[in-house]
């Protein structure tokens, strides 16, 4: 009699890199235009998130739009820049 060892493959997934994106203020657009742009640019922000993300760039400089998988932070920080605001992304820590 034989004994065989098996070797059992690991398969957990590891989660894909999220990234933060960033508005920053700019002194171009009004309040008005950055909170509708906001709005459109990222469906699931509500008016108040929205006043809240633009009132934290105005007075701090920076503030956070949404964390999410790199193609779509992309996506975002592409739009809210084609609509003239100025966005960056960083990867989260």
Request: glycine share 2%.
């Amino acid at each position: 009699m034989s004994v065989e060892t098996l070797e059992k493959r690991s398969t957990s997934r590891k989660l894909a890199p999220r990234y933060r994106v960033l508005l920053h203020n700019d002194d171009f657009n009004s309040m008005e235009y950055v909170v509708q742009v906001l709005m459109k640019t990222v469906p699931s922000l509500t008016q108040p998130q929205a006043v809240n993300i633009m009132m934290e760039a105005h007075a701090t400089g920076i503030a956070l739009v949404i964390t999410c998988a790199q193609e779509h932070a992309e996506f975002y920080s592409d739009t809210l820049k084609n609509h003239g605001l100025t966005s960056t992304i960083e990867p989260e820590e």
